[in-house]
């Protein structure tokens, strides 16, 4: 056999499969081959979007089900057989596998992380481990050696018939997680981006520690009602009603194994009321605190009361965005995150939705001076000094703001799909109140239809909260547009919202963090795979913290005074305190302010807030932004990134004419372009729709002249150059040069091309390939018509 002569997959089958099997290993348990662990990056290009490339195993090599031990990189025999190694590493630090391997069908080249003095070495294909010697490795590097900690981490996972399977970081999860409480560590913290699925995680994990024994009585702590019973009923449902319970109306009852609760459903400000003391201390092994960060972690919360009860208990955090104050740390109370997924990660991956960013900036964001002596709308004189973004309906209510951005939002509705779920958040109540307001007016068209297009959803409003359920169920339409202030930022499973205006001042990372999460689920079927953020507050500034996600992404966009350093807004306690399940006004709002139906109390105090309704607003900048192929948000123009991108990819204009010239498929060229980060179609909207996309590339890139997909069809009729073809040839090549004309180099060369309109009207696909002699004739054809478009003009 000559070996040189076979693919990659035919070394997989004849060498790399059978140095596995002779090893040991289970080929139905234990081997997987060709195992995609991503579902490649959503690619936002305008309002279009694409799949970035999948991530791929050659092999995973596994202990038992979801317990991943190696990996092993294939190549065909012509390489040498350690080059795949590099690839191999990159995708074993995301698998977070100790062992890993690369193959031609010569040998293995043996990389293994557990071995401090041989890390790397090349061993014959007959000397493959077996699992058992990979087994035992792993657990002597992660120091699990005695017989009770093998057990725990052995423990088989659920085996779902219903077809759902773990993600590879829900595995790894677990996993880290069972490991350390093998270990004896009583304290975990599990850092997973919002919508990637903790409850799930959580299940398997109690699952295996359950079936074990060693945790036999399980409390799920959470904060919303809602949360209990889809957990309970959804993810849990596996262990059978006949063990579970919801504890509700503080009635507690001993004879179950897994109990759900929420934080306020077992504590009181009354000693008496206190429910979970009915429960004796030891009477549970595993605690799990959902959404972690609202104030389990806060020495002097009463949800911290519950855990320093059942302080024998292990306890595990669960939350998206761990809370890191002067006086709140997750860490502090259960140490370093086990395990981390970030939305960045999760963004990369493909499996969160990506997201846009729209920067408005109006006229007053800088600051506005009242007149001497000017009275609001109810006749206080306004104080005099400069309010700015931290002022604005906080203490200086301006009516044509409030329209100005109801109006931007309606306009990018109209633009985009009015019927687009959206988060509009406030400062508070009453703000939410008047945007709601605003909002109804601007949309009076769909309001007059549907009365409940726009809702206010905040703790005092009974009917917005009943419409709660609708805003978030995938298959209601209405409510399209919420307004809220603190109601939505956490918890909520938020499936298709597509739009989230920021209209609040939010200086906490933990809070900016969870609203961002708010649109970040991805909802294939119903056409949902990213989501925008409106920003009118300098929020989006907080991408440039290192906190987010631990990389900063730079959006500062200072005016012309202003110091190219970004402002650093400092935490404040009535900012940061987003602990309660319900909307809060600030201090003094409890009452609600002049115009709201309770005039002021004392006409000579300085009110709450002013209200003017005659300051002129406008809209001077607004950019858009977006998620870039290095995880980062696109700061500067679409233009400078696509030179930079292209320059450092290609490096001359030959370089790139050479490789479009000798690409078979412009269409995955183009895909490959995407992947890396130039983005064509947000550049067409910028520059021009009808411009080619070489064109597009070699204008931006490298300062070529502009030409339109019309004037290199039109120097192609003006040659002559069709006249070797007949007359029917002749008729298939001008249709295809008009498709050409209207839509592009990639409509051309699909296989299908000769069943569209107008083209099929020239007779059967058979009968035109025919007029150019046999099928590899015409696809010739086809080449030649390409190389014509772009060697003329």
Same mark, same amino acid.
């Given at each position: ?352 939705? =990506? %997201?846009? #960013? $729209?920067? /408005? *900036?109006?006229?007053?964001?800088? @600051? ?6 000017? &009275? +609001? ?73 549907? =009365? %409940?297009? #726009? $809702?206010? /959803? *905040?703790?005092?409003?009974?009917? @917005? ?6 805003? &978030? +169920? ?320």
């Amino acid at each position: 056999m000559y070996k040189k002569g076979l693919s990659e997959r035919d070394i997989c089958t004849k060498f790399i499969t059978p140095a596995l099997k002779k090893a040991g290993w289970d080929i139905q348990k234990q081997i997987r081959e060709e195992v995609f662990f991503t579902d490649g990056r959503i690619i936002v290009q305008g309002a279009l979007h694409t799949r970035g490339i999948r991530k791929r195993a050659d092999y995973i090599l596994y202990y038992k089900n979801n317990i991943p031990l190696a990996i092993i990189e294939a190549k065909d025999n012509k390489k040498g057989v350690g080059s795949g190694m590099q690839q191999a590493l990159e995708y074993s630090e995301i698998l977070q596998l100790p062992f890993v391997f690369t193959s031609n069908g010569d040998a293995f080249v043996f990389h293994d992380k557990t071995n401090a003095d041989i890390r790397e070495k090349e061993i014959p294909l007959d000397e493959f481990p077996s699992p058992t010697t990979l087994w035992e490795k792993y657990l002597k590097f992660k120091n699990i050696e005695k017989p009770k900690e093998r057990e725990i981490v052995e423990q088989d996972y659920y085996v779902d018939d219903s077809g759902m399977n773990l993600r590879y970081y829900q595995a790894n999860a677990v996993n880290r997680t069972i490991e350390s409480i093998a270990k004896g560590q009583n304290r975990i913290l599990l850092v997973m981006a919002t919508g990637t699925g903790k409850t799930y995680t959580a299940f398997n994990l109690i699952w295996r520690l359950w079936k074990t024994g060693i945790k036999k009585r399980i409390l799920f702590l959470a904060d919303r009602n809602a949360l209990l019973t889809q957990t309970k009923n959804g993810d849990f449902s596996p262990f059978g009603n006949d063990i579970m319970h919801i504890i509700k109306n503080r009635k507690i009852d001993k004879s179950y194994q897994i109990y759900f609760a929420l934080y306020q459903g077992l504590t009181s400000n009354e000693e008496e009321k206190n429910a979970y003391k009915e429960f004796s201390r030891d009477f549970f092994d595993l605690i799990v605190v959902d959404e972690c960060h609202r104030g389990s972690a806060s020495e002097a919360s009463a949800w911290r009361e519950i855990l320093d009860y059942f302080q024998g208990a292990t306890q595990i955090g669960m939350t998206a965005t761990p809370k890191e104050t002067k006086d709140i740390s997750n860490m502090d109370y259960y140490g370093e995150p086990v395990y981390t997924y970030s939305l960045k990660q999760g963004i990369m991956d493909g499996f969160l939705a =990506p %997201y846009k #960013v $729209v920067r /408005i *900036t109006t006229n007053l964001d800088e @600051g506005w001076r009242p007149s001497s002596g000017m &009275l +609001d709308k109810f006749g206080h004189e306004i104080k005099d000094r400069i309010y700015n973004l931290k002022d604005y309906d906080r203490k200086m209510v301006i009516d044509q703001r409030t329209q100005l951005i109801a109006n931007k939002v309606t306009e990018f509705l109209k633009a985009t799909d009015r019927f687009a779920k959206t988060i509009v958040f406030c400062i508070d109540i009453e703000h939410a109140q008047r945007m709601r307001q605003a909002l109804i007016n601007a949309n009076a068209d769909l309001v007059t239809k549907h =009365p %409940y297009y #726009v $809702v206010k /959803i *905040t703790g005092d409003d009974e009917i @917005g909260k009943g419409e709660l359920d609708n805003f &978030l +169920d995938v298959e209601e339409r209405f409510p399209v547009i919420a307004t809220t202030s603190k109601m939505l930022t956490t918890g909520m499973d938020t499936k298709m919202v597509k739009l989230i205006v920021l209209e609040a001042n939010i200086a906490s990372m933990t809070e900016f963090k969870q609203i961002v999460g708010r649109g970040t689920r991805i909802r294939e079927a119903e056409g949902k795979l990213f989501f925008t953020i409106m920003d009118f507050r300098k929020a989006t500034n907080l991408f440039a913290d290192p906190d987010f996600d631990g990389e900063p992404v730079q959006i500062y966009e200072p005016g012309i005074e202003d110091s190219p350093v970004p402002p650093v807004y400092p935490e404040t306690e009535e900012e940061e305190n987003t602990d309660s399940i319900e909307d809060t006004d600030p201090p003094g709002l409890e009452t609600p302010p002049p115009g709201i139906g309770i005039p002021d109390p004392d006409p000579e105090a300085e009110p709450k807030k002013y209200y003017v309704n005659d300051v002129e607003v406008a809209v001077i900048n607004q950019r858009i932004q977006y998620f870039g192929a290095d995880g980062r948000l696109i700061t500067e123009s679409l233009k400078d990134y696509t030179r930079k991108n292209m320059d450092q990819h290609f490096g001359s204009l030959d370089a790139f004419i050479q490789r479009w010239t000798a690409a078979e498929k412009k269409e995955i060229l183009l895909a490959e372009l995407a992947e890396q980060g130039i983005l064509l179609e947000a550049l067409r909207e910028e520059i021009g729709k009808e411009m080619d996309d070489f064109d597009l590339i070699c204008h931006i890139a490298f300062d070529q002249p502009a030409l339109t997909r019309k004037e290199r069809a039109e120097q192609v009729r003006k040659s002559n150059y069709f006249a070797k073809y007949s007359e029917k040839a002749q008729a298939v090549l001008n249709a295809l040069l008009d498709k050409y004309e209207q839509e592009g180099i990639t409509t051309i060369e699909q296989g299908a091309i000769l069943k569209i309109q107008p083209i099929n009207q020239l007779g059967s696909p058979v009968e035109l390939v025919r007029a150019f002699g046999k099928g590899k004739d015409f696809e010739q054809a086809i080449k030649e018509l390409e190389k014509e478009i772009y060697q003329t003009a």
